[in-house]
């Protein structure tokens, strides 16, 4: 279990199977995947183990980024957190003057702030507690010269805890799982519309990761008229995981 010293008291860290609830049972034996260092003491809620991005391809992600990114652009702005994968990962490529990472949720970013001190990066990441759309609009404003934003959200209409206790989440897993062809405009909670306009307003350089089996045709919808747009799809060990849209001006190879 997670160190006692001051975690709240939905944070755990499991050190062996009869520990873990029985529906995360299987993210918990990926979890070295998600967090090499796991065995350091990473904390995470039990929702949280649902909306990691496994560490090497958030590794790869942060590494395209940093590579492509326009070069006056020296700020990352992670605009949905979570347990701090992404956020340390981009800290670990060294690219930007500083993260900026935001989570809504007060336990899940209490984990994130702790995680990111075994990775040695939390002297290069600022938290902020709230909605990202808030935080964007009323307290990094004038960062947006200097911005990319990268955001992971939400990608389910129920929440995980709600499908555990429905005892569904081992026969269908989350719903997006089961779209051949991902809705993007039916997103839940936030469709692509919301989060293109909302994010456009601040900066035109974002990178969206999103299901594996999203619409490719509302992507390019967004696309402005004699711009391109990059997708990029994470596999690991055969097994697709998710997929990127960059706009903006990225030089992705």
């Known amino acids: 279990m997670a160190d006692e010293e001051d975690a709240p008291a939905e944070v755990h ?8 609830p029985w529906d995360i049972q299987n993210y918990w034996a990926q979890r070295y995947r998600i967090f090499s260092k796991y065995d350091e003491g990473i904390w995470l809620t039990d929702d949280a183990w649902f909306g990691v991005t496994p560490e090497p391809v958030a590794n790869t992600i ?3 980024m940093a590579e492509s990114a326009p070069a006056g ?15 340390i990962a981009f800290a670990l490529t060294g690219r930007w003057k500083r993260v900026y990472a935001i989570e809504k949720n007060p336990a899940v970013l209490r ?6 001190k075994i990775y040695g990066v939390e002297d290069k990441i600022t938290w902020f507690e709230g909605d990202c759309f808030d935080i964007i609009s009323n307290h ?4 947006a010269p200097y911005s ?3 955001a992971s959200p939400p990608w389910g209409g129920q929440c995980h805890s709600t499908l555990r206790l429905q005892h569904e989440l081992t026969v269908t897993g ?10 993007l405009k039916t997103m839940e909670p936030y469709s692509l519309q919301k989060l293109y306009d909302e994010y456009s307003v601040f900066s035109k350089h974002m990178v969206l990761y999103i299901p594996r089996t999203s619409d490719l045709s509302q992507l390019a919808k967004f696309v402005p008229n004699g711009q391109h747009a990059t997708v990029m799809h994470y ?17 992705v190879s």
Not at 74 to 81: E, G, K, P, Q, W
């Open 140 to 143: 990094l404003k004038e960062l």
């Open 62 to 64: 942060a590494t395209q």
């Open 174 to 183: 989350p719903g997006y799982r089961s779209d051949k062809v991902f809705n």
């Open 235 to 251: 596999c690991m060990e055969g097994a697709s995981k998710a997929l990127c849209i960059f706009y903006g001006d990225f030089n």
């Open 111 to 116: 984990c994130a702030k702790h995680n990111a």
């Open 148 to 150: 990319v934003v990268f």
């Open 73 to 87: 652009r020296s700020i990352l702005v992670d605009a949905f957190a979570g347990a701090g994968g992404n956020s």
């Open 13 to 20: 860290h499991y050190s062996n199977l009869q520990e873990v």
